[in-house]
């Protein structure tokens, strides 16, 4: 058999590349007519990123992006507002903050991540 020279018929290959990851949002607000996404990930350009409505206050987008560190906010009705489930945020140069996104490579390495980020507790106090 011809070898192909993308290695595309090789069990367990995998094309070098961006591996994206699986990226849930969500947004409740019972008033929202609009709720947007705007971020790193998408140039900061909202119409690219709406998220679907339940048509009771709970609005969601799922999405794919490459492993990474992203800023974003949340778009409601024009008004622009970092995520309030998010765990990070930073300053934006408009006075307001923005929500930081890290994006894990692999569900190991995010479990990783949350981990370091927990408090200790030393119950052997002496």
């Not at 799922?62 to 024009?78: A, I, K, R, S």
């Amino acid at each position: 058999m011809k070898q192909d020279p993308n290695n595309n018929n090789v069990p367990g290959y995998r094309a070098p590349g961006p591996q994206w990851v699986p990226v849930h949002f969500e947004f409740k607000d019972l008033k929202a007519t609009t709720v947007c996404l705007a971020g790193t990930f998408n140039h900061w350009q909202p119409e690219s990123k709406t998220l679907q409505s339940s048509g009771v206050g709970h609005w969601w987008k799922d999405t794919v992006l490459e492993p990474g560190t992203y800023e974003y906010c949340f778009v409601v009705d024009g008004k622009w507002i970092s995520d309030p489930l998010a765990k990070e945020t930073v300053p934006n140069p408009f006075g307001g903050r923005n929500s930081l996104l890290r994006v894990a490579s692999s569900p190991e390495a995010a479990h990783r991540a949350d981990a370091e980020n927990l408090p200790l507790k030393n119950e052997y106090k002496q």
